[in-house]
């Protein structure tokens, strides 16, 4: 259980550092130096708050994902339960049938 938690947070990390680079990537550098000083201040702010969602998203999707495996892994094994039930059941029915047991 502890390695596939690991293995989550492992490509969770993977995720954020690609989507942090492609985010790195679509910044407009066409812009003139005056331009670039004079909104350097302005850009700053909001490129932290672009990166401050982006991560709490990204947080978000990896914790619905390991809240639905784990409902995922209990349906499963609820499931394989109730088929060994289900085999008991129809062996004790099958021996009562053929007079085995009384």
């Given at each position: 259980?502890?390695a ?6 492992q ?5 954020a ?15 003139s130096s ?9 850009s ?6 672009k ?8 947080v978000?999707?990896?914790l ?12 499963k ?18 021996e ?7």
């Amino acid at each position: 259980m502890e390695a596939s938690i690991r293995r989550s947070l492992q490509i969770l990390l993977i995720f954020a550092s690609i989507s942090l680079q492609f985010f790195s990537g679509l910044s407009d550098d066409s812009s003139s130096s005056k331009k670039k000083a004079a909104s350097h201040a302005t850009s700053h702010g909001s490129t932290g708050t672009k990166v401050a969602i982006v991560c709490f998203a990204l947080v978000a999707v990896g914790l619905f994902s390991f809240f639905l495996f784990k409902l995922y892994q209990k349906k499963k094994r609820e499931e394989q339960y109730a088929r060994l039930l289900k085999l008991f059941e129809e062996d004790d029915e099958l021996e009562l049938e053929l007079g085995l047991r009384d």
